[in-house]
């Protein structure tokens, strides 16, 4: 999905929201845990719910992965089914990835490339190897890299916050800046956490048309109208992520229902913000 | 494998070497391409061939996520055979994984619970997100986390070199710094590339008990004795990878004579700089 058809489609639902698909056997309602398929069931049901309020969904990969072949192929449900949706949604691998060239490249085909499994929009990715271990997923047509940051745990006080010598300038800002000739709002977002709302200007300094994918409101603390006063665009340029708020809204056999409460509170917030756009 | 078990198996093999299993279709002999287990059966030739002079196996993960789900199948395959062989080998998913701490824990389950799919000694890891996204590694008994410090290609001058004001150090060595607190010898050990050999000694400074895992010896120009003049310990603290310069050392159906064979040299001089120690 490229720039201009993400933009539509957030126009179109009145929505930047994408919803996370961290779904773990151990907290899905008690009633599904016993299927063949209980994963894909369960993230079929939270679609089908939240679709009417959502641009995006975001599978968490490293959830996938920890239920090994059979996870994966929980995935690939996800994916196939997502792709069988009449209607376009943007789709986000947050998988983290990142390394030497040629490895880069072989992440990029797993999870971008239109005849593998997966055949997500987007990528998450990790910047610490620069730029070799970032451009390879800059070259599928229509897809994105989504590099980290500025990230929302406590631990991204540990390095990005470092300032380097001589510049007034952040780790995260270097990480920004540099990307720039990486890629470019058409295919580079950025992943930036929403507990740090305050830095979103600074942000949109070095960044002013670029997408970011804000994760983080919610269950870890964000505040939606802080971001949006600090990060909307005329583009909107955001897509705000919550994940536990939403597919656990409920454990019980209601979960779907709630979950369509949930994304439906958000995207009413979210039509608020975008009407309010100067 | 815990730290005195693979000191033991690098004494008695006289080799530090870790083969890299980044085995990739377009690249294993012809006559293998064609087989339902093409990637599985490559990979136990060359396991067979080097055994003898290898003390570690690192698959690079990419390379089987590229192909979907059956290529995690021949992952799945290559690691239960690892773990039928009479004789213990430590292994390595090369992964570079990394997120906030709910999705580390993920992570390495995948990778590291000895009830999943694959059951890798070891994992390498991204230090961007910094504490929460690297502990939940650590919790696994006799398991390993490997974190990202200074990596081998040209992408590591954009981030890893950065001074940080006031502290005439680089973010690769607050990276060695601060994971000290998160970690020790017994679990926690680091990448850096070879190709930056005489950085090694400023890395000793910091950390100089800790096991290397030193790529990019062979295909990306590291030279095997400056590495060790500047790295090797009174207990190795070594594991030098070679993947192409091995696993791809013929493409004929020669292919594991000749993995052997390139194994062997680099034995032979690990040995003599086993010997050669101080």
């Known amino acids: 999905m490229n720039r201009q058809e993400l933009i539509n489609l957030i126009e179109e639902k009145k929505s930047f929201l994408c919803v996370g698909l961290d779904s773990d056997i151990n907290k899905i309602p008690q009633h599904l845990r016993q299927e063949e398929d209980a994963i894909f069931l369960f993230n ?18 490293a959830f996938y992965e920890s239920a090994g072949i059979k996870g994966l192929i929980q995935l690939k449900k996800t994916m196939d089914y997502l792709h069988s949706l009449k209607q376009n949604v943007f789709t986000i691998a947050d998988a983290k990835r990142g390394d030497i060239g040629n490895t880069s490249q072989q992440y990029a085909k797993a999870f971008l490339d239109p005849n593998g499994d997966f055949n997500f929009d987007s990528i998450t990715v990790a910047p610490y190897m620069g730029e070799d271990s970032v451009t390879p997923f800059t070259v599928y047509e229509g897809k994105w890299v989504i590099l980290l940051a500025l990230t929302s ?52 300094k070095i960044i002013p048309d670029s997408f970011l994918l804000v994760p983080g409101v919610g ?30 809204a409920s ?8 979950a369509a409460e949930e994304a439906c509170k958000l995207q009413k917030l979210m039509a608020t913000e975008l009407d309010n756009r100067k």
């Open 251 to 258: 454990s019980e056999t209601d979960f779907a229902d709630r």
């Open 44 to 61: 079929k049901a939270i679609i089908d719910a939240t679709l009417p309020y959502t641009v995006a969904y975001k599978p968490n990969i």
């Open 153 to 204: 745990n406590k631990g991204a006080f540990d390095f990005q916050y470092i300032k380097a010598e001589g510049e007034n300038k952040c780790l995260f800002e270097k990480v920004l800046e540099r990307s720039q000739n990486w890629g470019d709002k058409n295919n580079m977002m950025y992943v930036v956490g929403a507990t740090k709302a305050d830095m979103l200007s600074t942000i949109r």
């Open 219 to 248: 269950a870890q603390g964000g505040d939606l109208s802080e971001v949006c006063r600090h990060g909307l665009t005329r583009e909107c340029g955001l897509l705000v992520n919550s994940s536990r708020g939403i597919i656990y």
